[in-house]
Nanobody, 124 residues
Framework: QVQLVESGGGLVQPGGSLRLSCATSGFTLDYYAIGWFRQAPGKEREGVSC????????YYADSVKGRFTISRDNAKNTVYLQMNSLKPEDTAVYYC?????????????????WGQGTQVTVSS
């Protein structure tokens, strides 16, 4: 069955960097769009980034543009989110999600499959 497992979260200082991984199984990654989302306590789930399956195009929320980079390694069935210049407001649980067809890449309802999330805390 389809499975996504996030890893790489942790505690980092403001201005620091962290790389999240989304390991996938049960489907061919090349045929699926992968999105990263985050949710802080008491707040709605926010679309962070997406990499498409058709042309490999990428999308980012305005709040992370210039700081975060999404990439994929189809041979390893893994998608990465490189996070640089981290801010306290980046603190959240980060989720990866997958779907074969995504019209609006930063909207959570577009995705059928989800991981369990990994905690990212940015604090001094």
């Amino acid at each position: 069955q389809v499975q996504l497992v996030e890893s790489g979260g942790g505690l980092v200082q403001p201005g620091g960097s962290l790389r999240l991984s989304c390991a996938t199984s049960g489907f061919t990654l090349d045929y699926y769009a992968i999105g990263w989302f985050r949710q802080a306590p008491g707040k709605e789930r926010e679309g962070v980034s997406c990499i498409k399956n058709d042309d490999g195009s990428t999308y980012y929320a305005d709040s992370v543009k210039g700081r975060f980079t999404i990439s994929r390694d189809n041979a390893k069935n893994t998608v990465y989110l490189q996070m640089n210049s981290l801010k306290p407001e980046d603190t959240a649980v980060y989720y990866c999600a997958a779907d074969a067809v995504v019209g609006y890449p930063l909207l959570a309802y577009e995705y059928d499959y989800w991981g369990q999330g990994t905690q990212v805390t940015v604090s001094s």
